[in-house]
């Protein structure tokens, strides 16, 4: 159902999520878009406010829907007793796929350590292994589906079922240098080799220290393993697609509809930063209002995404712009947690298997407050390079004023510290929080 009507038990509020396609294309609903139905029901309404957001990665239908539910409760649980303004809130959701890997049965076995051989498993059955051939289709939808990836994946999986060590299994290290060229990473940047003897003597460090290149592999051999991190990457470049492509005519349309007086508001969480920011920025064309506040929960972007030297490079940050306050008039805000592991540990083995950089956190630069890495997301280390204020989440209270072209980064280790509940995430989803409710509406309540 691409377009779904929603509302929170106990509160007098319906909000919309509009679905779109790994493309950024809205999914029709019953052959009409169903933006334009949100539009009419907004163009009725005496809305104040507009909050458009965006789940990160994972996020299934059904589970978007939840974690929808569980913000707008805990966003609706936080307001505040009484607003200097009138204040009438529409929200609108969107849904894209934003699975980070390749599906969880794409594994191997935990006894025989193969891939399946066959594809009699259940396909419900998220826990059974699948066939090479399966496991290639489903990498190919993640990493861009042509012959040469294609070739390139059936290699290494073959090894990989064959359980080959990838150091004695010479065109599955091929296969991995080609995949890498083939699914054209964007940023950062590898570096370019004079040689393809330069390109095999990184991929013979990665071989020869594996933990420290890609992170701890648990059952999974070294080729899965990187196609699971090259798979993170490639969602990355998804979100922006989807936010330049769909979303930013959206927030657009929105905004027209809503009048001049109504105020427009995004909120991000881990991928979902990239959807938002990228929907703002829209290639550079700033909207036809700034939006008035940008809340960032446990973003799963580069800490140095809004810099105006990006590391040292004399390079700015690929949303410096949302800074300038033709785009973002009011504050933008985000969250930091040591307990997001998602965050902590697999966004950085992500980052340096794409950029063909051995150990990452070995390579550190001056930010705010202390060395920071060069690698690594802004739910980590905040919005680095840009002058952002340290709050605590604890310090933020209905009194709190959150000034307008300013940057926040706020310590949540207090709130989101959920470690269990997320798996090998961590805390990385426990973002459903009364405090962070009462952050949303700071931003939101401040004036330009």
């Not at 794409?106 to 826990?127: H, I, N």
Request: hydrophobic letters at 45%; glycine letters at 10%.
């Amino acid at each position: 159902m691409p377009l779904i009507r929603r509302t929170v038990d106990g509160h007098d509020i319906e909000y919309w999520v509009i679905e779109y396609d790994k493309y950024g294309n809205e999914l029709l609903d019953s052959g009409s878009l169903a933006s334009d139905e949100v539009r009419e029901a907004l163009s009725a309404s005496s809305a104040t406010d507009v909050f458009v957001i965006s789940h990160g990665w994972h996020g299934d239908w059904d589970g978007a829907l939840a974690q929808y539910d569980a913000w707008v409760r805990a966003f609706l649980e936080a307001t505040p007793a009484q607003t200097a303004r009138p204040f009438r809130p529409f929200v609108v959701g969107v849904h894209w796929p934003s699975l980070a890997f390749a599906p969880t049965r794409v594994d191997r076995d935990a006894k025989s350590k193969t891939l399946s051989g066959s594809d009699d498993a259940d396909p419900d059955d998220t826990s059974a292994p699948v066939s090479v051939d399966s496991a290639v289709d489903s990498y190919a939808d993640l990493l861009g589906d042509t012959a040469a990836i294609r070739r390139a994946l059936k290699t290494i999986l073959d090894a990989e079922h064959a359980a080959t060590p990838l150091e004695k299994s010479a065109p599955a290290r091929t296969a991995l240098r080609d995949l890498l060229r083939a699914i054209d990473l964007e940023e950062p940047p590898m570096p370019d080799a004079e040689s393809e003897d330069d390109e095999d003597a990184v991929l013979a460090r990665a071989v020869a220290e594996p933990g420290r290149v890609l992170g701890e592999g648990g059952l999974f051999g070294l080729p899965l393993l990187a196609l699971r991190q090259l798979s993170f990457w490639k969602m990355k470049q998804r979100a922006y697609a989807v936010g330049t492509a769909g979303v930013s005519l959206l927030l657009r349309d929105l905004q027209s509809t809503a009048g001049t007086e109504a105020r427009l508001h995004v909120m991000g969480h881990s991928f979902g930063c990239i959807v938002m920011s990228a929907a703002v920025l829209q290639g550079g064309s700033a909207p036809a209002r700034p939006v008035r506040s940008m809340v960032l929960l446990q973003g799963a972007l580069s800490l140095w995404a809004f810099a105006d030297d990006a590391y040292g490079t004399g390079r700015p940050g690929r949303f410096r712009p949302l800074r300038e306050r033709r785009f973002v008039d009011g504050p933008i805000v985000t969250s930091q947690s040591r307990f997001d592991y998602a965050l902590g540990k697999f966004y950085p083995a992500g980052v340096r298997v794409a950029s063909w950089i051995p150990g990452g956190a070995d390579h550190l630069v001056l930010g705010e407050g202390g060395e920071v890495p060069k690698w690594g997301a802004v739910g980590t280390f905040g919005l680095q390079g840009t002058g952002a204020e340290a709050l605590m989440i604890r310090e933020v209270t209905a009194d709190t004023r959150l000034a307008a072209g300013s940057a926040y980064n706020v310590d949540a280790d207090a709130v989101i510290d959920d470690a269990k509940s997320g798996g090998w995430g961590g805390a990385h989803n426990d973002i459903a929080h009364a405090e962070i409710g009462r952050l949303v509406w700071r931003a939101a309540l401040s004036e330009a």
